[in-house]
């Protein structure tokens, strides 16, 4: 008797488990490495805002020259320099962005003009690395002849500010005439009145 009982049990338990076969069971949730993977790549492919916040630096931009001419009531500053490949699809993408120099106290303190006006960076086009912008202010008052003497002969310290498209400063370099021939790997001497030299 048992095994007549048995028998039709055990067909039973076998159609229960055909009919179990068509359900599916709660998706598996993904390894914690997995997980991760797939974040990062939406939050990659996602747009991110672009910034210029601390892209204008060495190597990707780099003050080749740096030459003032001023007369009694005016001021041109020529800037040539280079960026990097990285930079230029940057700016390819971004779009606006200015140049201003602040100029030296000796200077504005007689001219009332403390810096220029922003001036529109040129636009990456075909695959140009090295530029050039001028940039130039003027004033009603005469400077004195030993000023312009000065600034012709580069005596004087300007500041280059780098301004994204909203004109707030991404970069600011101080004394952007010197730029060119400063060397962050070897640090600078300063050479004091006394003719000693510290580090």
Request: charged share 25%; proline share 7%.
């Amino acid at each position: 008797m048992s095994k007549k009982f048995f028998h039709p049990l055990f067909i039973c338990f076998l159609l229960l488990a055909a009919c179990e076969r068509g359900h599916d069971p709660a998706p598996v949730a993904p390894h914690p490495v997995e997980k991760a993977k797939q974040e990062h790549e939406k939050a990659e492919t996602e747009q991110k805002p672009l910034s210029l916040e601390q892209k204008f630096l060495p190597p990707h931009f780099l003050v080749n020259q740096f030459i003032a001419k001023a007369t009694s009531r005016s001021i041109e500053l020529t800037i040539h320099y280079t960026i990097s490949e990285q930079l230029y699809r940057l700016l390819e993408q971004y779009r606006d962005y200015y140049f201003v120099i602040q100029y030296p106290e000796e200077l504005s303190r007689l001219t009332h003009v403390d810096r220029s006006n922003a001036v529109k960076g040129p636009l990456p086009a075909n695959g140009q690395l090295s530029y050039t912008i001028t940039i130039s202010s003027t004033w009603t008052n005469d400077i004195p002849k030993d000023l312009i003497n000065r600034i012709n002969h580069g005596d004087l310290r300007y500041n280059l500010l780098i301004l994204d498209k909203e004109r707030f400063p991404v970069h600011i370099f101080n004394d952007v005439q010197w730029y060119q021939s400063f060397d962050p790997n070897k640090g600078s001497s300063v050479i004091s009145e006394d003719g000693g030299a510290r580090k």
